[in-house]
């Protein structure tokens, strides 16, 4: 069964620092990976995803991430944190068996809640 | 194009009620899941639907827990009788069929269950 590790519970940065969260997954093959993002009040919103090709993958609001297959990682990263990025931020991944019915069912990790500091 | 909506977003209990959580997912997403983040914890997948059947429901707790679909439309999902460890965040999400990996879930803002 697949698994997914985010070591870090809370972090704080300042605004304008860059930010690194930690992802760690666990599944005998190359998953498909994510990252969603839950500001206060709102649902899940899909930041960006991994596929495959090319292990450094763009998203919205300036983030990235790279998939490290030697790591089992899929770190989330942004040059320089926004104010508004004060949110909690979830790693997932889907098994490539886990297509039933065409779906999507995602094993998510606990979540990091960030903090910016003004 | 209008959310997926999801009603109440709050709902305070007591143990041994019975509560009903609703689920309107986008127009045209056949594909409709329930997930719950216990507090401090991973958000975990609960069930799935395709249109109106249910396709995965391995990871419903419980018999406490029933969900329907009826019409393929919006999903409800009652919790009867509820117990303290029901208190959480249940998120429901949607997506197209047809295009497996590629179709992306859409998330409610959830519903913040509490049981006393």
């Known amino acids: 069964a697949q698994s997914v590790t985010q070591p870090d519970i809370h972090i704080t940065v300042s605004e304008g620092a860059s930010l690194e969260l930690r992802c760690n997954y666990s599944?005998?093959?190359?998953?498909?990976l994510f990252w969603y993002v839950q500001s206060p009040g709102q649902g899940l919103q899909l930041l960006l995803k991994?596929?495959?090709?090319?292990?450094l993958v763009q998203g919205i609001k300036g983030f990235e991430a790279e998939f490290k297959r030697s790591q089992s990682s899929f770190n989330l990263r942004k040059p320089s944190v926004h104010w508004s990025d004060a949110a909690e931020y979830f790693c997932?991944?889907?098994?490539?068996?886990?297509?039933?019915?065409?779906?999507?069912?995602?094993?998510f990790g606990t979540g990091t809640q960030l903090k910016v500091e003004l | 194009e209008a959310g997926v909506t999801q009603f109440p977003s709050h709902s305070v209990i007591e143990k041994g009620q019975t509560v009903t959580l609703r689920c309107d997912p986008i127009?045209?997403?056949?594909?409709l899941y329930w997930y719950r983040r216990v507090m401090g914890k991973e958000i975990k997948f609960l069930l799935h639907f395709v249109k109106e059947s249910k396709q995965d429901e391995s990871g419903m707790p419980n018999n406490r827990f029933l969900a329907e679909r009826t019409g393929g439309t919006y999903s409800t999902l009652k919790v009867q009788p509820a117990e303290l460890e029901d208190s959480g965040v249940y998120f429901c999400a949607s997506s197209q069929v047809g295009q497996g990996v590629n179709s992306p879930l859409h998330f409610g803002n959830g519903t913040r269950l509490t049981v006393t």
């Open positions: 991994y596929f495959s090709g090319d292990t």
């Open positions: 997932a991944v889907l098994g490539r068996g886990g297509l039933t019915g065409g779906g999507n069912k995602l094993t």
């Open positions: 127009s045209g997403h056949d594909n």
């Open positions: 599944y005998g093959a190359t998953p498909y």
